[in-house]
């Protein structure tokens, strides 16, 4: 039930070449020779009054998007410059756990070097940050491309940068990969990108795509079992603007999980999928890939990094886990500030580096 084509292969300018009934369904054959088939369900659920394609509604910039980003951060772009610290630390002291999310926090991603490789100790590890958030997919995962659930994460394919979880009302901030082995075969090399860099360049670059992002909310979805169909309670755009911090706080980006949109016109779609296809363009501009090795362990950040994997042969095994938002940030917080500062500060909206309120 995901989307398995890449939306952004398809030309911008792609139209229609032929129509044909068919048994309670349409089949349309595209100018870029692909085929559709769409059933009269889904298209009266998905038509409306649409409005000509020509003319376009302007859509209202958000102030944030003409301003330049309120957070400095330094993109890694350099496999060799990534952020490492050692499993012992982490584990013995809270100032190295401290140092470890500080790196997270400021450069959205950390390697853990030196791990023991197996999943107990890969699980210890995620838990000196809080407990393992718990989804559909189980805590603490182990897993192998054998299709334990019917999410594309669990075969040998590739995946394109994405984050997880855009179904979720709260998607996990967290996520590590520990890869335990990979014999027999090659490939599964895995891309991280700064998505928060790539929403700083596209809004240096074009300020109205930036806010297409921002402003359009979407359908998401995770319905690939049987006894699964998950969406958030509110449909959510790509960028999420903080409420009181005026600064992206979150993006959600998975072409796979992404449902069809109903509630706007042509002229939106047309204007909204060349935004989207220029940050898309972006990100594919600024991946970093790197293979994963037993005992280094990677922690990034779910709300701003995408990560994605090349297609693999051979067997593969990748244990990991999620943590939730707040019980990282906590922890964050409690490490950076102590507790009577950040008690101090609850409801302190400053938008400054020394009010805790302000890592988020
Ligand atoms: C649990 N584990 C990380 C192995 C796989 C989860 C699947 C993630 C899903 N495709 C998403 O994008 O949220
Ligand atoms: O198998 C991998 O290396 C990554 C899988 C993935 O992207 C995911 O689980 O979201």
Redesign the pocket.
């Known amino acids: 039930m995901q989307r398995t084509s890449d939306t952004f292969s398809i030309p911008q300018n792609v139209k229609i070449d032929s129509i044909e009934h068919r048994d309670n369904m349409v089949e349309i054959k595209w100018s870029d020779k692909h085929t559709g088939l769409y059933s009269y369900a889904w298209l009266h659920a998905h038509s409306q009054d649409m409005s000509s394609i020509e003319g376009t509604k302007s859509v209202p910039y958000p102030q944030s998007a003409m301003r330049p980003p309120r957070r400095k951060f330094t993109p890694v772009v350099d496999p060799d410059q990534t952020p490492r610290v050692k499993y012992d630390d982490v584990m013995s002291d809270d100032e190295s756990l401290h140092i470890w999310l500080t790196h997270i926090w400021d450069q959205g991603f950390c390697f853990v070097d030196d791990v023991p490789v197996s999943p107990e100790a890969t699980q210890i590890l995620i838990e000196r940050i809080a407990f393992i958030r718990n989804t559909h997919y189980g805590g603490f995962w182990d897993f192998t491309a054998d299709l334990t659930f019917k999410d594309t ?1 669990y075969t040998n394919e590739f ?1 394109g940068a ?1 984050t ?1 979880n855009t179904y979720f009302t709260d998607p996990a901030r967290l996520q590590l ?1 520990h890869l335990l082995s990979h014999t027999e075969g090659s490939g ?1 090399e ?1 891309l991280l990108v700064d998505g928060f860099a790539a929403a700083a360049q596209l809004r240096l670059e074009k300020p109205e795509h930036y806010a297409q992002l921002v402003n359009h909310r979407h359908p998401w979805h995770a319905s690939g079992n049987e006894d699964t169909c998950i969406q958030p309670s509110a449909m959510a755009p790509v960028f999420s603007m903080h409420p009181d911090l005026n600064k992206m706080y979150q993006i959600r980006w998975n072409n796979y999980d992404r449902a069809p949109k109903t509630n706007w016109s042509a002229s939106e779609q047309t204007i909204w999928y060349r935004a989207a296809r220029h940050y898309n363009e972006i990100l594919k501009s600024r991946e970093i890939w790197t293979k994963l090795k037993p005992g280094s362990a990677l922690m990034f950040d779910n709300w701003r990094m995408l ?3 090349s297609q693999f042969t051979g067997k593969r095994r ?1 244990c990991g886990g999620y943590v939730n938002n707040d019980d990282y940030i906590s922890r964050l917080r409690l490490l950076k500030f102590g507790r009577k500062e950040v008690l101090d500060n609850l409801g302190n909206v400053g938008n400054n580096p020394q009010n805790p309120y302000w890592f988020i």
Do not use: E, T
Request: hydrophobic letters at 35%; charged letters at 20%; a neutral charge.
């Open positions: 994460a995946l994405h997880d990969f599964g895995n990560h994605g994997r990748m």
